[in-house]
C-alpha cells in the first residue's frame, strides 16, 4: 500500500483520552418484559422468554417474552378491533395530537433512551443521543401533521387506510426503525403489530411503555418480541393486511415469497452496497471524512453504509494516506463513553460473519489493513477494516457485510465509474465527491439508487424519502412518499 | 379472373426488428370468415432476446428528454388515428360488433395521447423539494424501474395492451408485452405502428403466445425490473417468482379499461423515488456540514 511515512500527523498518540462515560443511573430497566397486546402488557404463551445481552460487556439485561403464533393472533385480533372501532373511525385530527403527544414523549425521555440504546445495540451515545433518538422523535413529530392532510398527498384520489399493518425492524437502528414504521402507518389510520429485532427489544419495549402513558387507544399499536419464528407468524398471519420490513435482503426475498398469492401489500427496505466515489477534484479532507462517516457510522451497521470506496486512480494516494491517518484516530470502545468513535458489533452472531469475510477477503487476495487500537477484552469487536486491491468480482466487493469494513478499487473516467456502481443488484443508496456541479448531477442521475448523497453521506431526515432500487427492495419511507405503503388509493 | 388478396404474416416484434419466432412454432387462430392465421407461439428464448433487446434501449430511453418521449408517444396516436380502419376490421375479424371495435379504437387512441402529456409532467406533479432541518438541499424525483414485463389482458385485445404499455414507456421504462392469446393481430399491427412512430427499437417488444407457456419466464427472468400481470391464472406463482430478484409485481387484472386507464398512478406504480441530498453554505441558522 502506497504510504508516505514521512511528515505523518500524529493523532492523540501522546495523550489517552480521559473515559467520559455516560452514566446509565437514570436509566431504568426491569429484570422481564412481556408483550405488550391490546394495551396490556402480558406474558408470553407458556411463559416462554429470551434475554438480552449487552454486546461491549457480555453482561445480561433483561429478559424478554417469546411471542408464539397465538400470541401473535391474538396481537392481530387487538389490532383490527382497534382498527374498526376506534382508529380508522377517529376523526384524523385527533389522531394527529396522539402522535404529536408520542413525539413529545421520546422527546422528553431522549436521554433515558439513548443510554438503553447505546447498552442494547452497542452503538456509540454520541450516535444514539444525536441522531437515533431525535430523528425518532422527529419523525413522529413530522407524520403526526399529516394525519389530518392526506387529501392534499395524493392529488385526484381518495384515500383509505390499508387496516393491520405487520411491521418487523432490524437491530441496527432499534427505536429509530420503530419510529420510521410507527409513525406513517398511525398517521394514515392503520393499526400495527410491531416486532423488534431479538437482539435489540429493549428500546422497542420501552416505546410500548410510553405509547401505553400517551393514552393511545388499546390495541392501535401492539409489539410482540422474537425470534425469526414469530416474525413469519406475523408474515403468515391472514388477518395482516400490510407487511413493512426491513432487513436482509435474503429474509425480504422469502417474505416476498411468503405473501404472493395473498391481499397482502409489502415494504421491503433490505441489503444494500453503496458505491462511495471519489473524484479528483472533490475537496478530499472533506471526502475522507465523508468515508470514515460512510462506513464506520454505527460500526457499519447499515443497510446505506458507503461499502465500496471508488477512487480516482490520479488522487489514490493522497486519500488512503489521509484515510488511513484517520482511522487510526478512531476511537473503538464503550459504547457509552462519550469519546467513542465505533463501538461495539451488535451480535456475537453478527461478528462472526464479519470475521468471516474478513477471512474471505484475504483469501481472495485483497490487501487488509486495520489499524492499531486497544479493543475492551469481553463483548463483540471489529476494529475499523479497510480492503484494498479488491475488484468487482472479490465477493467482499459484491455481498452485504454489515460491519465496519470498507473496500477500495480505483476508476479513471466518469462513465466507468458509474459502470462499476451500477454493477451490483443492491441499489439503495451512493455517494459522490466532486467540487463539479455538472458532474454531480451527471452521476445523482445515472446511479441507480434510491438515495445519493453528494458531497455528504449518511444523512437522514422525516422529510426524505428513503429506499431502494433493485434488490435492496420497494417502497419508500419518509417524506411524502413514504405515506403510499399506508393508503389505498380510490 | 378476380384479384386474389394478399394474406399477412403475423410476426413478433424485437428490438425494432419483426421475426418469427426463433422457435419455428405456432398456434393457429381461426377469423369469423374462416381464414386461418398461424400465429407465433413464442418461446423463452424470444422473451430472452426480448429483454437483451429492452435492456439495451433502456439507457437511451430513460436518458431522452421527457418533451421528447412526449412528442413520440403522440406520434403513436397520430400513426395509430391513419390506421384505425385496420384496426376496426381486424377486432371485428376476431369478432367483436363494427361499434365496440370502433369505440376500442378510439379510446386507445386517446389513451396514447393521455400519457402522451404526462412525459413531462408527473417528475412535475409527484416529486418534492424536502424540508430538511439541516443545511442541505434536499429533493425527490422520479426515475423508471427499467425493463418491465408485461402480460396483456386478453380482451380487450387492443385497449388492453395500449393501456399497458403507455404509462410504462411514458415514464422511461421499456418493455416486454406478450399480447392476448386468442386475439393477437391487432397487437401485431400495433408494433408495425410503433415502429413507424420514432419509437426506438427494444423500448416496446411484443410476443405472442400462451400464457401457460411464458408466464414463468415473464415472472422469472433475473434481468427484469417489474412485472405486470393482467390474467388470474398464474398470480401466485408470478409473484413467487417476483421474490427471485425483488421485482415489482403488479396486478393490473382489477382495472377496467375502458373506465380507469387514465390515471397517473398507473405510471408511479414503474417509478422509483430518487432522493438527492447536498450540503449548502450557510443558511439560516443552521451549520453548513459535510
Known amino acids: 500500500m502506497a504510504q508516505k511515512t514521512e511528515n505523518k500527523l500524529d493523532f492523540g498518540s501522546k495523550w489517552e ?78 389522531r394527529a395530537k396522539y402522535i404529536f403527544r408520542i413525539a413529545r414523549l421520546i422527546q422528553e425521555r431522549a436521554r433515558e433512551f439513548a443510554v438503553l440504546e447505546s447498552m442494547d445495540g452497542g452503538k456509540p451515545i454520541r450516535e444514539s443521543r444525536d441522531i437515533d433518538i431525535p430523528l425518532a422523535a422527529n419523525h413522529f413529530f413530522y407524520y403526526a401533521g399529516w394525519a389530518d392532510k392526506l387529501e392534499y398527498a395524493f392529488p385526484g384520489k381518495k384515500i383509505e387506510p390499508v387496516g393491520v399493518a405487520g411491521q418487523i425492524i432490524p437491530w441496527n437502528f432499534p427505536l429509530l426503525m420503530a419510529a420510521w414504521k410507527l409513525a406513517p402507518a398511525l398517521a394514515c389510520g392503520n393499526t400495527v403489530v410491531l416486532k423488534p429485532a431479538e437482539t435489540t427489544p429493549l428500546t422497542a419495549m420501552k416505546l410500548a411503555e410510553l405509547i401505553h402513558d400517551s393514552g393511545l387507544p388499546a390495541g392501535v399499536v ?26 436482509s435482503t435474503g429474509v425480504g426475498k422469502i417474505i416476498q415469497k411468503a405473501i404472493a398469492g395473498t391481499h397482502k401489500k409489502a415494504t421491503l427496505e433490505l441489503g444494500g452496497k453503496a458505491a462511495n466515489i471519489i473524484f479528483d477534484d472533490a475537496p478530499i479532507d472533506q471526502a475522507v471524512e465523508g468515508i470514515i462517516n460512510g462506513i464506520f457510522f454505527n460500526q457499519g451497521h447499515v443497510c446505506c453504509a ?105 476508476f479513471r473516467t466518469v462513465d466507468e465509474v458509474i459502470d462499476k456502481a451500477n454493477n451490483t443488484p443492491f441499489g439503495l443508496s451512493a455517494g459522490v465527491w466532486t467540487d463539479k456541479g455538472s458532474k454531480i448531477f451527471n452521476l445523482t442521475t445515472k446511479l441507480r439508487a434510491g438515495v445519493v448523497w453528494a458531497n455528504t453521506y449518511n444523512k437522514f431526515d422525516p422529510t426524505s424519502p428513503f429506499g431502494g432500487y433493485k434488490e435492496s427492495g420497494f417502497g419508500r419511507e419518509g417524506g411524502l412518499h413514504g405515506l403510499l405503503p399506508y393508503v389505498n388509493l380510490v | 379472373m378476380s384479384r386474389l388478396e394478399v394474406l399477412k404474416t403475423y410476426k413478433i416484434y424485437i428490438g425494432g426488428q419483426f421475426p418469427r419466432t426463433e422457435s419455428g412454432r405456432f398456434y393457429p387462430v381461426e377469423l369469423k370468415n374462416g381464414t386461418v392465421t398461424n400465429i407465433c407461439l413464442s418461446s423463452r428464448k424470444d422473451l430472452r432476446n426480448a429483454v437483451v433487446a429492452a435492456r439495451n434501449a433502456f439507457e437511451g430511453w430513460s436518458s431522452r428528454a421527457a418533451f421528447n418521449r412526449s412528442q413520440i408517444l403522440y406520434r403513436i396516436a397520430e400513426m395509430l388515428e391513419g390506421r384505425k380502419a385496420q384496426f376496426v376490421e381486424e377486432l371485428v375479424a376476431v369478432g367483436a360488433s363494427r361499434a365496440a371495435a370502433t369505440k376500442e379504437v378510439e379510446v386507445s387512441i386517446d389513451r396514447c395521447v393521455y400519457f402522451a402529456g404526462w412525459c413531462d409532467k408527473f417528475t412535475q406533479a409527484f416529486g418534492s423539494v424536502n424540508p430538511v432541518p439541516s443545511s442541505h438541499f434536499n429533493f425527490s424525483v422520479h426515475e423508471p424501474t427499467g425493463v418491465v414485463t408485461i402480460i396483456a389482458p386478453e380482451s380487450p385485445s387492443l385497449l388492453g395492451l395500449v393501456s399497458c404499455i403507455m404509462p410504462v414507456i411514458a415514464g422511461g421504462n421499456t418493455c416486454v408485452i406478450l399480447a392476448s392469446e386468442n386475439s393477437p393481430h391487432v397487437a401485431v399491427t400495433f408494433a408495425e405502428v410503433l415502429n413507424s412512430s420514432d419509437v426506438p427499437g427494444g423500448v416496446v417488444n411484443i410476443l405472442t403466445g400462451k400464457e401457460d407457456e411464458l408466464a414463468e419466464h415473464f415472472s422469472s427472468h433475473m434481468d427484469v425490473n417489474a412485472t405486470i ?62
Open chain 1, 222 to 247: 401492539n409489539v410482540v418480541t422474537g425470534a425469526g419464528a414469530t416474525g413469519a407468524a406475523i408474515v403468515n398471519h391472514p388477518d395482516v393486511d400490510k407487511i413493512a420490513f426491513t432487513g
Open chain 1, 17 to 94: 483520552y480521559a473515559a467520559a462515560p455516560e452514566s446509565a443511573d437514570h436509566a431504568s430497566i426491569m429484570d422481564e418484559y412481556g408483550l405488550y397486546i391490546n394495551g396490556k402488557f402480558v406474558k408470553a404463551e407458556g411463559g416462554k422468554k429470551f434475554a438480552s445481552i449487552n454486546p461491549s460487556n457480555d453482561q445480561h439485561i433483561a429478559y424478554f417474552a417469546e411471542a408464539s403464533d397465538n400470541d401473535v393472533d391474538k396481537a392481530v385480533k387487538a389490532a383490527r378491533k382497534a382498527y374498526k372501532e376506534v382508529w380508522s373511525v377517529m376523526p384524523a385530527k385527533e
Open chain 2, 229 to 290: 400481470y393482467c390474467r388470474e391464472k398464474h398470480l401466485k406463482r408470478i409473484q413467487e417468482n417476483g421474490a427471485l430478484n425483488v421485482k415489482r409485481v403488479l396486478n393490473w387484472a382489477k382495472y377496467d379499461w375502458n373506465k380507469q386507464g387514465e390515471d397517473p398512478y398507473l405510471l408511479l406504480e414503474t417509478q422509483e423515488v430518487k432522493t438527492t441530498w447536498h450540503p449548502i453554505e450557510n443558511i439560516a441558522g443552521a451549520k453548513s456540514g459535510y
Open chain 1, 306 to 410: 458507503g461499502s465500496r470506496l471508488f477512487v480516482q486512480e490520479n488522487v489514490k494516494d493522497e486519500v488512503l494516506r489521509k484515510l488511513i491517518d484517520r482511522m487510526g484516530s478512531l476511537i473503538v470502545g464503550d459504547p457509552l463513553d462519550k469519546n467513542t468513535d465505533v463501538g461495539a458489533i451488535n451480535s456475537k452472531e453478527q461478528l462472526n460473519t464479519i470475521n468471516k469475510y474478513l477471512k474471505i477477503g484475504q483469501e481472495e487476495g485483497a490487501e487488509i489493513y486495520q489499524p492499531k487500537c486497544s479493543l475492551p477484552n469481553k463483548g463483540n469487536w471489529c476494529p475499523p477494516t479497510l480492503f484494498c486491491e479488491t475488484s468487482q468480482s472479490h465477493r467482499i466487493v459484491q455481498e452485504e457485510i454489515f460491519g465496519p469494513v470498507l473496500t477500495v478499487q480505483t
